[in-house]
């Protein structure tokens, strides 16, 4: 059974960091494409970040610059490190495991499994 269960997701105000983490049991990373997604209430789910198989990495342009994605294989967990967060990052955001890399923001399409999603919220 395939579990990606996301963890690190809280509360901060405007300009501060934070790490999600993305555990993941059923699968090996490092033969999937992996993604971080994100959904604020009433918007679509967008591709936030992405990590590929030959590691290249990809973003949105949102948060270009600010957002940075990385995995551990070891530990199979998949990561996403967050700067100079805004009120418009605030989402619940989602790991994803793809079967076709990413060559710009991820798609939706390509996930073949979800996570049950973390809470960041960014106050001003």
């Known amino acids: 059974q395939v579990q990606l269960v996301e963890s690190g997701g809280v509360s901060v105000q405007t300009g501060g960091s934070l790490r999600l983490s993305c555990a993941a049991s059923g699968i090996t990373l490092r033969s999937y494409h992996m993604a971080w997604f994100r959904q604020s209430p009433g918007k679509e789910r967008e591709g936030v970040a992405g990590i590929n198989r030959d590691g290249s990495t990809t973003y949105a342009e949102s948060v270009k610059g600010r957002f940075t994605i990385s995995q551990d294989n070891a530990k199979n967990t998949l990561y996403l490190q967050m700067t100079s967060l805004k009120p418009e990052d605030t989402a619940m955001y989602y790991c994803?495991?793809?079967?076709?890399?990413?060559?710009?923001?991820?798609?939706?399409?390509?996930?073949?499994?979800w996570g049950q999603g973390t809470q960041v919220t960014v106050s001003s």
């Open positions: 994803a495991a793809m079967l076709a890399p990413s060559t710009r923001a991820p798609m939706k399409a390509a996930v073949d499994y």
